[in-house]
């Protein structure tokens, strides 16, 4: 059974570009959360996504950040008009029940975006 | 606003000794306690606490939980290099499935 599979695993933009970053959650998950991490801080919460929901997304900077999990295919955390502030690494986690049920996340590997 | 806070931010110590990890919490409506460990890669699960005082325990790792205090510790006995990660503590509060996350303890092995 594959972990949480996100890609690329690096990705460099230069400013003004869009920056796509895919998440494959574990088989039988449902549930998908986004979470931002800055160097020498802890992951921040973006948005949490259901099957064709976004359940949450008040982690997320209003502008130029959108996510989306459709019926087939990975979670997509998209990122437009790209600036430096936004270089970072992005983790994926997935669960099979709301995360306050379980307690437990399965995380991917990260995408560790560069803007240049 | 609710917030987790970790401590040490780093520690170094030499292969063998015993760590002590701190995380303490100011949220509304707690629901569980969590600590991850994170080497290069993903955070990996190692506990879950709900209910105060009583220990978790898994290989050289133990746990604790002190809803009074409001606060949590993370041993590590006889430490090994293989421990060397960020350490993070996360809170579940509210009625929302959100985590609120600690900055990390970083902790380095020397052999």
């Known amino acids: 059974n594959a972990g949480v599979m996100q890609n690329p695993r690096h990705l460099v933009r230069r400013r003004g570009q869009e920056a796509r970053l895919r998440c494959s959650p574990m088989k039988g998950h449902s549930h998908v959360y986004w979470y931002r991490q800055l160097p020498e801080e802890g992951l921040k919460f973006m948005v949490y996504?259901?099957?064709?929901?976004?359940?949450?997304e008040s982690g997320m900077p209003k502008e130029r950040f959108s996510a989306e999990f459709p019926k087939e295919g990975p979670s997509i955390l998209r990122i437009q008009q790209v600036v430096r502030g936004d270089s970072a690494a992005y983790f994926c986690?997935?669960?099979?029940?709301?995360?306050?049920?379980?307690?437990?996340?399965?995380f991917g590997e990260g995408s560790r975006l560069t803007v240049l | 606003e609710d917030k987790v806070v970790q401590s040490p931010l780093s520690l170094v110590v030499h292969e063998g000794d015993t760590v002590t990890l701190n995380c303490s919490y100011e949220v509304t409506n707690f629901r569980s306690l969590l600590w991850y460990k994170q080497e290069k890669k993903a955070p990996t699960f190692l506990f879950m606490l709900?209910?105060s005082g009583i220990e978790k325990k898994s290989g050289r790792l133990s746990s604790i939980l002190d809803k009074k205090e409001l606060f949590s510790i993370l041993n590590i006995t006889a430490t090994q290099t293989g421990d060397s990660a960020v350490y993070l503590c996360?809170?579940?509060?509210?009625?929302?499935?959100?985590?609120?996350w600690g900055a990390g303890t970083k902790l380095i092995i020397k052999p």
């Open positions: 709900t209910s």
């Open positions: 996504l259901q099957k064709e929901n976004i359940i949450d």
């Open positions: 986690a997935s669960s099979p029940r709301m995360a306050g049920n379980t307690g437990e996340l399965f």
């Open positions: 996360a809170v579940e509060a509210g009625s929302n499935y959100q985590l609120i």
